[in-house]
Nanobody
């Protein structure tokens, strides 16, 4: 399974971005898909995840600003990011759990400036 993420970029504080991730390859059944982020020298942290049934979970720091959605038929997951803050600057990674195997995308950089 390969994950291709897109949509990162540079934006001013208060702005919005949309990150997308598409899974391809020999997919069995992707239950969980989500987004994590990681700053240099820090651990990767959860941003938002969503199950195949549509249940979602968000990090406290992004609740009310980020929204995750997925298209099961296309095996895609989207993260709508609003009201960006400087501290949202990170590399964002897409994750998918297919059966019991975890896959990661290549990361997409989000830079928020004042």
């Amino acid at each position: 399974v390969q994950l291709q993420a897109s949509g990162g970029g540079s934006v001013q504080a208060g702005g919005s971005l949309r990150l997308s991730c598409a899974a391809s390859g020999r997919i069995f059944s992707i239950n969980e898909m989500g987004w994590y982020r990681q700053a240099p020298g820090k651990q990767r942290e959860l941003v938002a995840i969503i199950t195949r049934g549509g249940s979602s979970h968000y990090a406290d720091s992004v609740k009310g600003r980020f929204s995750i959605s997925r298209d099961n038929a296309k095996n895609t997951v989207t993260l709508q990011i609003n009201s960006l803050k400087l501290e949202d600057t990170d590399v964002y990674y897409c994750k998918a759990v297919d059966g019991f195997v975890v896959y990661w995308g290549q990361g997409t950089l989000v830079t928020v400036s004042s």
